[in-house]
């Protein structure tokens, strides 16, 4: 009868340094410059932000608007957990969700998040920019916003149900 053979026993490896420190979380995804060859395309005022009128309130119209859009179902989705966060007349948020809130009140990961962000800023719903006055001057900010060519789908759509 022969002996059992013995495993080699492994040698532990190198151990992990120090962890990094976190980065502060960012709304979007990160982008790359876009190339010379690219040219805006005769899509672009199509995706301008649409200019609300006095009987209009943002919110309401950015919660239709969304909903008639031919949006994915998760990009609507991150869209709607949005608004809550947003001011009802102007869109503008003061306070922007992480990717891991809005991963949270949406139930998609982390990164599904970042790349609905991103689509809904390429198709003219979500702006990003830094407030120039006031007290929280420097501060960036996101704004929901409607484009023009969807606002008008919105009105029409609300102007024949009447």
Do not use: F
Request: net charge positive; hydrophobic share 40%.
């Amino acid at each position: 009868m022969t002996s059992p053979a013995t495993r080699p026993v492994p040698k532990p490896g190198p151990r992990p340094g120090p962890v990094p420190a976190a980065r502060p979380p960012v709304l979007s995804a990160p982008t790359t410059a876009p190339s010379p060859s690219a040219a805006p395309t005769a899509a672009s005022p199509l995706i301008a932000p649409g200019k609300l009128r006095r009987d209009e309130v943002l919110r309401a119209m950015y919660q239709r608007g969304i909903r008639l859009s031919r949006m994915l179902p998760e990009t609507r989705l991150v869209a709607l957990t949005l608004l809550p966060y947003a001011n009802y007349k102007s869109g503008l948020i003061k306070h922007v969700p992480t990717p891991e809130q809005l991963a949270y009140g949406t139930g998609l990961a982390r990164g599904q998040v970042l790349v609905h962000i991103e689509i809904l800023t390429q198709r003219g719903w979500l702006t990003q920019q830094v407030l120039h006055s006031g007290p929280t001057a420097g501060q960036e900010v996101i704004q929901l916003r409607i484009p023009a060519l969807a606002l008008e789908q919105i009105r029409q759509k609300r102007d024949h149900a009447d």
